[in-house]
């Protein structure tokens, strides 16, 4: 168990809604990370957020968003979504910003848009 | 810019036998690199990384990698493979600049890993 929690752990919806998914940290960890993983683009970095304020993008939609909350939980949103948008998507956090931290991976949450 | 090619999408092993999984990476700065494992259904978790100190890097479960600038190498070896070693593997490299590449980590497509009775 790394400590980073993800609800909900399965979610399926419809093209064009919008969902929300959460993630908290483990104790102690200031950074937060998302990835989505697909079959088609593997592993790809979405957005990082460091005691609230964002930090970096990597290939994240406009369609998506994502903030962190001032108790470091944080919530990726995905707007009109697409049959493409079906993946797995990962939270992670580290203690500082550096690229040397060690990541600690959340179980994921599965999205399966119909 | 940085990448990471996996060089086997599938190795396959008997138990007990070396396991070898080979990851070449390119980046602009100094990196760090990382090998990360996941088994099914679950999220995934760090092996060993390097960040500029010792080139042979051990992790967990007895699993090792060397760092070789020369070749751009990063490959992950075990002397003895066992059945719960099963699992995707994946080869992770990060700048080791600061500004907007703060915890920015570029997957390699992965290795699945099969070890036979």
């Keep these: 168990d790394s400590g980073v929690t993800q609800t909900p752990k399965h979610l399926i919806t419809a093209t064009g809604q919008r969902v929300t998914l959460r993630c908290s940290p483990r104790s102690g960890d200031l950074s937060v990370y998302w990835y989505q993983q697909s079959l088609d683009q593997g592993l790809q970095f979405l957005i990082q957020y460091y005691n609230g304020e964002e930090r970096a993008k990597g290939n994240i939609l406009e369609r998506f968003s994502a903030q962190q909350f001032p108790d470091l939980h944080s919530e990726l949103n995905l707007s009109s979504l697409e049959l493409g948008d079906s993946a797995l998507y990962f939270c992670a956090s580290s203690v500082g910003l550096a690229t040397y931290n060690e990541q600690f991976f959340g179980p994921g949450t599965r999205l399966t848009v119909l | ?117």
């Design chain 2, 1 to 117: 810019a940085q990448s990471v090619t996996q060089l086997d999408s599938h190795v396959s092993v008997s138990e007990g036998t070396p396991v070898l999984l080979r990851c070449n990476y390119s980046s602009s700065y100094s990196p760090s690199l990382f090998w990360y494992v996941q088994h099914p259904n679950k999220g995934l978790q760090l092996l060993l990384k390097y960040t500029s100190a010792a080139t042979l890097v051990k992790g967990i479960n007895g699993f090792e990698a060397e760092f070789k600038k020369s070749e751009t190498s990063f490959h992950l070896t075990k002397p003895s493979a066992h059945m719960s070693d099963a699992a995707e593997y994946f080869c992770v490299v990060s700048p080791n600049a600061g500004g907007t590449s703060y915890g920015k980590l570029t997957f390699g497509q992965g290795t699945i890993l099969t070890v036979h009775p």
